[in-house]
């Protein structure tokens, strides 16, 4: 049996030459290369990109409700200054971790006001997808500067 520093030197010497072999991971031309700003490294349940936009996009709305973990985003009514007798209410829901265009929902109510009273109004589909499409590639645009910038 050999003393113990031979066998601590062995073991070490052993040790050294296998650690460059596991960080290769072995046949990793196959695997892609790590992406820092993918969309899934978030430290909420849903994706952070899209979470982001949606909160800058509604930045300017009252918000009643807001749930990362769940990705639901609930404004209160907001009458536009320059078309008060008319106010909008709007849920965006992310529902993945992926950035996709079908990770996101928004729905909206608008109302309208006749003789005092505030009355439900058909919100256009047009509005509804307008503000997707906004959220969106300002989620792609955070995406993109945090890439650009490791």
Same mark, same amino acid.
């Given at each position: ?24 991971? %072995? %046949? ?15 430290? /909420?349940?849903? =994706? ?10 509604l930045s300017f709305m009252p918000l009643v409700q807001t749930d990362s973990n769940g990705g639901v985003i609930v404004t209160d009514?907001?009458? =536009?200054? =320059? ?24 729905? %909206?109510?608008?109302?309208? =006001?006749? %003789? ?17 499409? /906004? /959220? ?10 945090? /890439?650009?910038?490791?």
């Open positions: 049996m050999r003393p113990l520093s031979a066998r601590l030197r062995a073991t070490a010497i052993v040790l050294m030459a296998a650690l460059p072999l596991a960080a290769c991971g %072995g %046949g990793s031309k196959d695997r892609p290369k790590a992406d820092l700003a993918a969309a899934k490294i978030t430290t /909420i349940g849903v =994706n952070s990109y899209l979470w982001r936009a949606s909160l800058e996009t009514w907001y009458a =536009n200054p =320059n078309s008060p007798s008319e106010r909008m209410k709007l849920t965006v829901t992310i529902l993945d971790q992926d950035l996709r265009a079908d990770a996101l929902r928004v729905a %909206g109510s608008r109302q309208v =006001n006749q %003789g005092g009273q505030w009355v439900d109004a058909p919100l256009q589909a047009a509005t509804v997808q307008k503000l997707e499409e /906004i /959220i969106l590639t300002k989620a792609r645009d955070l995406r993109r500067m945090a /890439i650009t910038s490791q």
